[in-house]
């Protein structure tokens, strides 16, 4: 996908970029393929792949009308280079963007990265996911957290579950639909009061499935969840 088809995509489904915003997304590739040399952020280097899979799948979830351009709190657990997040602030500049991420460079990289873009609205923090959500700062403080191809939802739910707010909702962004990942994910759900609401499926323009699993928080998430970090990934519940 051609920058150009990038953009005339966007503004035939209502979503027409200001000329700041394509510069905005030109920069995001140079720094991406520039510090990718020095720390592994992606195996994705390709313009045209770039703007396709890292890009334009990072915003499906404003393009499948799942976010509004409000100051709405949204937390982006396990972006690495600031997918999806930052594509997505970048289109829609009200989002309030928050990363939390257990690899120092990465974060050093993302910080650089919303300077020189001018992102306002956007917080870097280091560390685990686990740590974070016992954190009073943190906890039940987020209206959307995102994820995108970070875990399987039995794991994924009680990483970012707790951040969200009663009736937040979590969008998990996958490559592949795996119905029996939500059958694993049940006991999981229940136990942190949550529910699927939805798992949609659409396109990319060149024809590659993709799924966002919706799931919304019911009630307050028990406090020993979630367990000290790793406890989530070695035993899941």
Known sequence: MKPEEFYVRLADLGFPLTDRQKEQYERYFELLVEWNEKINLTAITEKDEVYLKHFYDSIAPILQGLIENQPIRLLDIGAGAGFPSLPMKILFPELDVTIIDSLNKRINFLHLLAEELGLNGVHFYHGRAEDFAQDKAFRA???????????????????????????????????????????????????????????LQYELPNGDPRYITLVEKKKETPNKYPRKAGMPNKRPL
């Open 141 to 199: 403080q987020f209206d959307i957290v995102t994820a995108r191809a970070v875990a399987r939802m039995q794991v994924l739910s009680e990483l970012t579950i707790p951040y969200l707010k009663v009736g937040g909702r979590l969008l998990a962004l996958k490559a592949s639909n795996a119905p029996e990942e939500l059958e694993e994910a049940k006991n999981a759900l229940n136990l942190l009061f949550s529910k699927v609401e939805d798992n």
